[in-house]
C-alpha cells in the first residue's frame, strides 16, 4: 500500500541542499530546475562533471561548492537529496538531517528517504505527479509519457478559464464547489 502523502513544494522559498555532482546529481537538478525554475539550490561535490557546469551555468539560484561535504553544510537547509554512490556519506548524511529534522532524499535508496521524487507530468499550469512508492520509476515514467500525450495542450487555458470563473461565483464555500463541480462536468465531457 502507498501511503505517502502528495505535496507541492515552492522550492524558492526554502533552502535545498543536493550533494553530488555528477550523472545522477545533473538528472536530480534538473528535474528540480524544471519543476521550479526559480529553486534555491546549494550544490557540494568534490567532483562536478562538465555537464552539470554547463547547466548551472548562469544560473544566480544555483551555488556550486567544489569540495567534499561538510556538517555544516546542513546549517539554514531545509531539504537534502543525495546524488553520491558513497555509502557511508549517504548515511552521515543520514543521520545529521535526522538529528535536525531536515527531509533527506537519496538516489536509488527508498530505505534511507524521507520522501521521494515522483515522475511529473506538466502541462502549463497542470503538475500530476506520480508515485509508485519507490517501486518502479520505469512505470513512473511510462505512465508520465502517456499521460502527457493523452492531456491536450489547450488544458492551460480551460484552468485559466476556470480560475477566472471560479473569482467570480458567488456563494458559500459549498455553493462555489457545487457551482465548479458542474461546470467542469461539461468541460471534462462527464455526467
Do not use: W
Not at 543536493?18 to 524544471?34: D, M, S, T, Y
Not at 539560484?61 to 537534502?80: P, Q
Amino acid at each position: 500500500m502507498n501511503e505517502l502523502f502528495p505535496i507541492y513544494v515552492k522550492l524558492d522559498e526554502i533552502q535545498l541542499l543536493l550533494v553530488g555532482a555528477g550523472p545522477v546529481g545533473l538528472e536530480k537538478l534538473q528535474a528540480i530546475i524544471a519543476n521550479s525554475p526559480k529553486a534555491n539550490v546549494h550544490v557540494v561535490a568534490s567532483r562536478v562533471d562538465a555537464d552539470f557546469l554547463e547547466f548551472a551555468e548562469g544560473r544566480s539560484n544555483i551555488r556550486i561548492s567544489n569540495r567534499d561535504f561538510e556538517d555544516t553544510d546542513l546549517n539554514n537547509i531545509d531539504l537534502v537529496i543525495l546524488a553520491t554512490n558513497n555509502e557511508s556519506l549517504n548515511q552521515h548524511i543520514r543521520n545529521l538531517t535526522k538529528e535536525q529534522h531536515i527531509l533527506l532524499n537519496v538516489a536509488d535508496k527508498p530505505s534511507l528517504c524521507d520522501f521521494y521524487l515522483g515522475s511529473v507530468v506538466r502541462k502549463g499550469n497542470l503538475k500530476i505527479g506520480i508515485s509508485t512508492n519507490g517501486k518502479s520509476p520505469t512505470i513512473a515514467k511510462r505512465l508520465r509519457e502517456f499521460l502527457d500525450e493523452l492531456l491536450p495542450e489547450e488544458i492551460d487555458e480551460t484552468l485559466a478559464l476556470m480560475g477566472e470563473l471560479r473569482d467570480s461565483v458567488k456563494g458559500d464555500f459549498k455553493e462555489k464547489v457545487r457551482v465548479l463541480n458542474e461546470h467542469t462536468k461539461e468541460v471534462l465531457g462527464r455526467r
